[in-house]
């Protein structure tokens, strides 16, 4: 098996909070990210495909088709949006960057197999809030079998 990788880049805000935390708490537990007018990060994502490659292309995916993928069903969701208000799962769901990357593996996993051949799979998803802050998750999700 083989696994490939591409890094995309998308601006957004968030305020960290929730509504299940009183102010102090939130404060207390989310710090200066939970600041009532929110702040904004550069993000990176990384999406690592696993698979054989083809035996004619010699390619697992072709990247312009997972770039394609990846601009359709997350960039353009979430590029110099205010999560918070502007994404639908984060109206009642803390936008820290773990729900962040699994909101954003969701997405990629529900259409998958409809985009790629069966042979490739979605290995894992990175996201980067700053250069030193990350989360990662790994592993087949439910729609890409």
Not at 7 to 34: I, M, P, Q, T, W
Not at 45 to 65: F, H, I, N, S, W
Not at 86 to 108: C, M, Q, S, Y
Request: hydrophobic content about 35%.
């Amino acid at each position: 098996m083989v696994r490939i990788g591409k890094r995309y880049h998308f601006s957004a805000s968030h305020r960290l909070h929730s509504a299940a935390l009183s102010a102090d708490e939130n404060r207390d537990v989310y710090g200066k990210c939970n600041n009532p007018y929110g702040h904004g990060h550069d993000y990176v994502l990384e999406v690592v495909v696993r698979g054989a490659p083809d035996a004619v292309t010699g390619l697992v995916v072709p990247l312009k088709q997972l770039d394609e993928y990846v601009k359709r069903e997350v960039i353009s969701e979430f590029d110099h949006k205010y999560m918070n208000e502007e994404i639908e799962a984060f109206r009642h769901l803390p936008p820290t960057t773990e729900n962040v990357a699994a909101v954003i593996r969701e997405k990629l996993a529900r259409g998958w197999r409809a985009a790629f051949p069966s042979s490739a799979s979605l290995d894992s998803v990175k996201i980067f809030e700053t250069r030193r802050n990350m989360v990662e998750l790994r592993g087949e999700m439910e729609g890409q079998n």
